[in-house]
């Protein structure tokens, strides 16, 4: 029984480092709930990325969660600030990405920040993003911060609330083509 109950833990956790060795494909949406802003007292600072990995243009791929974006309506008070999907690949299961959207001016973005995660079956993610205003010349004025730690069950969509901000998150594994994928069972009246 004691042989039993061991090889049950070596299973579990070789089956959670295999998911964490796996291609993941991750889904970020990141908007504004209500026409209001925060009063920042402080900008982004010019080291906002940390050393994190920067999502490359061959990582990118298409995205899904579109039936939730068009939700998202300028008429209900939402501002769609940022939706990107990529490939990420992590022998370890930890990852820093650097997350950008918008034309880049001295060094800023419109948004810009980090996303940390963990993978395993449910993966720690914490989100410390900047949404910038700047000057007429380009240069940063005040920035409103949204930093959150939270757990993402994968394949599911989760939300994030952070007061006037807000994020939807998907991590999904990529499975090889012969295996048929389970992602797209997701109904649109599922988030209404």
């Known amino acids: 029984m004691r042989y ?30 209500g026409s209001e802003r925060l009063q920042a007292s402080h900008i982004a600072p010019d080291n906002w990325a940390n050393g994190a990995t920067p ?8 995205t899904h969660l579109n039936h939730l974006v068009d939700k998202l309506e300028a008429a209900e008070g939402y501002q769609v600030l940022l939706h990107k999907a990529w490939l990420q690949n992590s022998q370890d299961g930890v990852m820093q990405v650097a997350i950008t959207a918008g034309q880049k001016h001295f060094g800023h973005y419109p948004v810009e920040g980090t996303l940390d995660f963990t993978l395993d079956r449910t993966s720690a993610v914490q989100l410390d993003l900047w949404v910038n205003q700047f000057n007429p010349d380009h240069t940063l004025h005040s920035s409103e911060r949204f930093k959150q730690k939270t757990m993402v069950t994968n394949d599911q969509v989760t939300f ?6 807000g994020a939807l998150i998907r991590i999904q594994a990529q499975h090889s083509q012969s295996q048929p994928s389970q992602s797209n069972n997701l109904n649109p009246e599922d988030f209404e």
């Open 55 to 62: 999502i490359t243009s061959e990582m990118l791929r298409s």
């Open 160 to 165: 994030i609330d952070y007061g006037t901000l």
């Open 4 to 33: 039993l109950a061991r090889l049950i833990c070596l299973l579990i956790l070789s089956s959670a480092q295999a998911f964490a060795s796996e291609t993941q494909q991750v889904e970020l949406v990141v908007f504004r709930q």
